[in-house]
């Protein structure tokens, strides 16, 4: 087996008529955090679906050398999935949760889940449904993270949380998940949450990969160059998608390496280049 | 067998209560009448003819009529409730939008189904025999109190009945399965209309063309409906209704309906969970 956790080729899904992912191609390797960002509907929830055998696609998935279509049951012994919180059973109670989740799984480990639980003081004969979304997003994270995975798959798993929950989640997967040996896929379309731990980035816009790179290599090779308003015509000609107007001055994301005299070029954040990409090109950014 | 059983305690822990319902039932029943026979009792009502009953001869008849008629509550409860239950087996979790969070849990699809195709079954015909045992101690308890017990033909009578219920529960149980695998929400309804629709379909098409298409509804009322039963003779004697009840069992049990029963309950399961195994879950 080679270093690519996940191989994706040349896949396509369609809802009816509706064209959701166009011929993707995907490779993605172990011991990294990755972010899949892209707009609402983009396809990001689409894609991890079919990585994890819920949607029947065209074209072949295989993680860890396994197509996803022949061993789906198989391959989630080494994989994790959070989507969004409130799909834990909201009949269950916490303790018949983690007996549940437990027992199913031969990966899971009795002693971190003993020390994680010990830590998140969740109420163990409280139903699920009368846990706040915080307390779920404990439970599901411990449940998750008690598991001896490969891969773990994150959809979108902070929407509707509150900052201070948004951060321990994702300082909680840092620090009890992630090694060399792992790999962490993020769904997002909030990325300046995620922008930190990320080490790739992937864009997906309308069901379609536009970019695939290492994201200090992507933040070097582009800057914002700011200039006076009266010069905005110099940003213009290098045909940026966005033009931001602040103070008296314009900026815009161009390639570092276009030279623009006198302009004043900082180092920009994921949420930029992503506009730049993927913006302007749809309404909702 | 451990991720079996963690199957199994997920059903009882989600669905424990809806199969207890019947116990609540019928205990809130006996209650009701211990409170109205003490009260006609406190009140001078109550009046049995205690000696003209001990009088009477004991008839294996009665005993066992008399049990088989203690099967009907019960045996009608437990029919409700497999619908209820198995109507909701595959489309539950969709409904509740925790469909994803089992699925993404290491275990076959096919055992998944399994777990609930059993569960629905097992606990409604638990709960069934738990109350026809208490009906049938309660009943013959009153016999004995009269001198009336016969106890092969009330036991039989209570048995025979009994096993007639769990057969029809496992047919009605498979259909309700396969209606909850292609339907989202009152499955059993609408796959109920579905085929009365047809069937009304083809008669009209057979008035208007005099042509001569199968009926689906006959099929289905011939598919539930036992071999006819013989009648046991009211003054028949131990014997004869010893015989009686041994010439019964082929017409309950031993016969190529049952057979075609387990197997068309067999094919349910595994057509319904191949569509739910199909399923996309968005």
Same mark, same amino acid.
Request: positive net charge; glycine residues 6%.
């Given at each position: 087996m080679n270093d690519n956790y996940i191989s994706i080729n040349n896949i396509s899904k369609y809802y009816g008529k509706f064209r959701a992912l166009k011929n993707i191609d995907l490779n993605i390797t172990k011991g990294k955090i990755i972010g899949? &960002?892209?707009?609402?509907?983009?396809?990001?929830?689409? &894609?991890?679906?079919?990585?994890?055998g819920f949607l029947n696609y065209s074209g072949e998935i295989e993680i860890m050398g396994r197509s996803v279509k022949n061993h789906r049951e198989k391959l989630h012994d080494h994989i994790a999935f959070i989507p969004d919180v409130n799909c834990l059973d909201d009949r269950l109670t916490v303790q018949q949760t983690i007996d549940y989740v437990s027992a199913l799984n031969d990966s899971w480990n009795q002693k971190k889940a003993e020390r994680l639980l010990q830590n998140s003081k969740l109420p163990l004969k409280r139903k699920v449904a009368r846990l706040s979304k915080g307390m779920k997003t404990k439970l599901y994270l411990l449940i998750t993270l008690s598991l001896e995975v490969d891969i773990l798959l994150l959809d979108e798993p902070t929407l509707g949380l509150d900052i201070v929950f948004r951060k321990e989640f994702f300082n909680t997967i840092l620090g009890e998940f992630f090694n060399e040996e792992k790999t962490i896929l993020i769904s997002t379309h909030q990325v300046e949450e995620v922008e930190h731990i990320l080490q790739e980035i992937i864009f997906i816009d309308d069901g379609e990969i536009i970019l695939q790179k290492d994201v200090e290599e992507l933040k070097d090779e582009y800057a914002i160059f700011t200039l006076p308003s009266e010069r905005r015509s110099e940003l213009e000609i290098h045909q940026p998608n966005v033009i931001n107007s602040t103070l008296g001055n314009v900026s815009a994301l161009l390639k570092r390496d276009i030279e623009i005299p006198e302009a004043k070029l900082s180092r920009p954040v994921l949420s930029d280049i992503f506009i730049e990409k993927v913006g302007g090109k749809n309404e909702e950014i | 067998m451990k991720k079996f059983s963690a199957l199994i305690k997920k059903e009882w822990h989600t669905h424990g209560s809806i199969v207890l319902v019947p116990i609540w039932i019928t205990l809130g029943f006996y209650f009701l009448l211990l409170i109205s026979f003490g009260f006609a009792y406190f009140k001078g009502d109550f009046n049995l003819q205690l000696a003209e009953i001990q009088a009477q001869i004991k008839f294996p008849a009665i005993n066992y009529y008399v049990n088989v008629g203690s099967v009907f509550m019960p045996g009608l409860m437990s029919l409700l409730f497999i619908i209820i239950f198995m109507q909701s087996a595959l489309n539950e979790d969709i409904q509740k939008n925790c469909e994803l969070f089992h699925r993404s849990q290491p275990i076959s699809i096919w055992l998944r189904s399994f777990s609930k195709f059993i569960f629905g079954l097992m606990s409604n015909w638990l709960v069934f025999l738990m109350l026809v045992i208490l009906n049938f101690i309660i009943i013959n308890i009153i016999l004995a109190f009269f001198n009336q017990l016969s106890f092969y033909p009330a036991?039989?009578?209570?048995?025979?009945?009994?096993?007639?219920?769990?057969?029809?529960?496992?047919?009605?149980?498979?259909?309700?399965?396969?209606?909850?695998?292609?339907?989202?929400?009152?499955?059993?309804?609408?796959?109920?209309?579905?085929?009365?629709?047809?069937?009304?379909?083809?008669?009209?098409?057979?008035?208007?063309?005099?042509?001569?298409?199968?009926?689906?509804?006959?099929?289905?009322?011939?598919?539930?409906?036992?071999?006819?039963?013989?009648?046991?003779?009211?003054?028949?004697?131990?014997?004869?209704?010893?015989?009686?009840?041994?010439?019964?069992?082929?017409?309950?049990?031993?016969?190529?309906?049952?057979?075609?029963?387990?197997?068309?309950?067999?094919?349910?399961?595994?057509?319904?969970?191949?569509?739910?195994?199909?399923?996309?879950?968005?």
């Open positions: 899949l &960002l892209g707009k609402n509907g983009a396809g990001k929830s689409t &894609l991890m679906r079919c990585m994890l | 036991f039989f009578g209570m048995f025979q009945m009994s096993v007639k219920y769990l057969k029809t529960g496992l047919i009605f149980g498979s259909i309700a399965f396969f209606c909850s695998a292609i339907f989202k929400d009152k499955a059993v309804f609408q796959g109920f209309a579905i085929l009365v629709g047809i069937n009304f379909l083809f008669l009209i098409l057979n008035v208007m063309f005099k042509w001569n298409l199968p009926l689906p509804w006959n099929y289905f009322v011939n598919l539930i409906k036992n071999p006819g039963m013989e009648v046991l003779d009211a003054e028949a004697d131990l014997w004869q209704t010893k015989q009686f009840i041994r010439n019964n069992w082929n017409a309950i049990l031993w016969n190529w309906k049952t057979l075609l029963q387990i197997i068309v309950s067999g094919s349910l399961f595994v057509i319904s969970t191949y569509i739910h195994k199909n399923k996309e879950i968005k």
